[in-house]
């Protein structure tokens, strides 16, 4: 069950990213956070449709290369897509016995330790713009009432979305939905550029970019930019240290 | 690229259209454009030291812009009129860039105001791709299928954080991390993500001299 006051606190925290300086990417972080907290679910994954149709990763409540890896899988098929295709709300409370249903997604979930998923829909009347996903370590079933008010969330974004897109021609919206996918991408490429040089996971990269972002005050994927752009700029994350492993 | 340049132009049905390309440093030189007047127009950026496209490659992102008139002037006071004297009211550039990989930008120009509709956004965007697609294999014939480099734009993380490691081992910048990356799965006949795995689980090297 959602706590009353965390769901008071959730929906005024989202009405007030509609505003002026409405920021795509951290509007996008925050309800996907959100929506994993509001549960104690698992975790939980936005993908929203490109250009040219495709689901696209554009947040997620977990870092983790694993979970990326089984969102992004969701661009061809898995619960996202199926939800994203038609258009409705997808469940399956078992992934163990979802082999049938997703192939090649259902095994690599379970294999990851997921049991269960909901993809809520991001739609407004007949145009569907992309999918909210949430995955649970446990097998079963969200409360319906507790469902609804997910579903409501991922409303909520959608009508912003759609909304920029309304108001401005599209052009905001096309604008910040591009420099989000390309700001994941070089957060990709820093992490590759981390690993290689500190012999560490991609995770670890992540972990030392994550933390030196926040110590600096500056957003991840303009740390992540100068790590691959301009190195030199920035020693104490480029430069191998004396604790690296080997 | 000219070619390009005129087809984008043709399908988003604009004045013209024209690649310009900008070097970290601050070097700029346009590419190429679908005509001699609008070779004229996007020069007219570097000139100027403002404009879309430089504004588009420096965020990251997209900067449309349906009317030259209102938005621009704070934006940009030298450009825009300089622009408009030459007939375009609108403007729309996208960057050329995959992640930290940023070569510079295409620009549509139009000779009326008026937003891009999400069709022509959707072109826009593609022709774009098209272009980084075609300067990534500057080496390679221009009529050469990249399957593999669609594969990149499929958003197979793997890739980019091969990307990543390449230019970190190697020393060099992203471009030719994806340029290295590319040319040895053309090489060894086998899909740029396998090739990507191998690089991320450290089973493949590539060497510097390859």
């Known amino acids: 069950m959602i706590a009353a006051d965390r769901l008071a606190h959730i929906f005024v925290e989202v009405a007030d990213t509609l505003t002026d300086d409405f920021d795509l990417i951290e509007f996008l972080q925050g309800l996907t956070a959100r929506s994993s907290d ?3 679910i698992s975790a939980a994954g936005l ?4 250009h040219n149709g495709r689901l696209q990763l554009m947040a997620a409540s977990d870092e983790r290369t694993q979970m990326l890896e089984l969102f992004q899988l969701q661009a061809h098929e898995g619960p996202c897509h199926e939800c994203f295709s038609t258009g409705s709300a997808i469940v399956a409370a078992d992934l163990a016995n979802a082999q049938d ?4 997604w259902a095994p690599q979930a379970v294999h990851n330790g997921f049991r269960a998923v909901h993809a809520f829909p991001m ?7 992309g999918a909210l996903n949430l995955f649970s370590t446990d097998p079963g079933t969200i409360d319906p009432a507790d469902a609804r ?3 409501a969330l ?4 959608t009508i912003a979305l759609i909304q920029e897109r309304a108001i401005r021609q599209g052009e905001i919206l096309t604008e910040q939905l591009q420099g989000a996918l390309n700001a994941r991408i070089t957060i990709e490429q820093a992490k590759g550029a981390l690993a290689h040089i500190h012999h ?3 995770d670890e990269a992540y972990e030392l970019l994550r933390v030196f972002a926040r110590e600096a005050g500056r957003p991840i994927s303009d740390v992540a930019l100068d790590v691959t752009v301009r190195p030199g700029s920035l020693p104490e994350l480029t ?5 690296d492993a080997d | 690229m000219q070619q390009l340049c005129r087809a984008a132009a043709r399908e988003l049905s604009a004045a013209g259209a024209g690649v310009s390309l900008l070097a970290q440093n601050g070097d700029a030189s346009v590419l190429a454009a679908s005509g001699p007047d609008i070779e004229t127009v996007e020069q007219l950026q570097f000139t100027l030291g403002e404009g879309p496209c430089l504004d588009a490659s420096a965020l990251g992102r997209p900067v449309l812009t349906p009317d030259l008139s209102v938005a621009a002037r704070a934006r940009w006071p030298g450009y825009a009129p300089a622009v408009r004297g030459h007939g375009i009211d609108a403007v729309f550039a996208f960057p050329l860039q995959l992640g930290g990989a940023r070569l510079g930008a295409m620009d549509v120009y139009r000779d009326r105001t008026g937003s891009l509709s999400t069709r022509d956004l959707h072109q826009g965007l593609a022709f774009a791709e098209a272009a980084m697609s075609t300067l990534l294999d500057a080496q390679a014939a221009a009529d050469k299928e990249h399957p593999a480099f669609g594969r990149a734009l499929d958003g197979q993380f793997e890739v980019y954080r091969a990307q990543g490691m390449v230019q970190a081992q190697l020393g060099v910048s992203l471009q030719e991390a994806m340029a290295r990356l590319r040319a040895h799965a053309y090489a060894q006949d086998r899909p740029l993500h396998e090739v990507a795995a191998d690089v991320v689980a450290r089973r493949l090297v590539l060497e510097p001299d390859s």
Do not use: F
């Open chain 1, 123 to 129: 739609r407004l009347r007949s145009e569907v713009i």
């Open chain 1, 154 to 157: 991922a409303d909520i974004a």
């Open chain 1, 200 to 202: 560490c996971s991609m």
């Open chain 1, 101 to 104: 249903r997703w192939p090649r």
């Open chain 1, 149 to 151: 008010v997910v579903q």
């Open chain 1, 47 to 50: 993908l929203l449709a490109d």
């Open chain 1, 38 to 40: 509001l549960l104690g």
């Open chain 1, 239 to 243: 430069s191998p240290s004396a604790t």
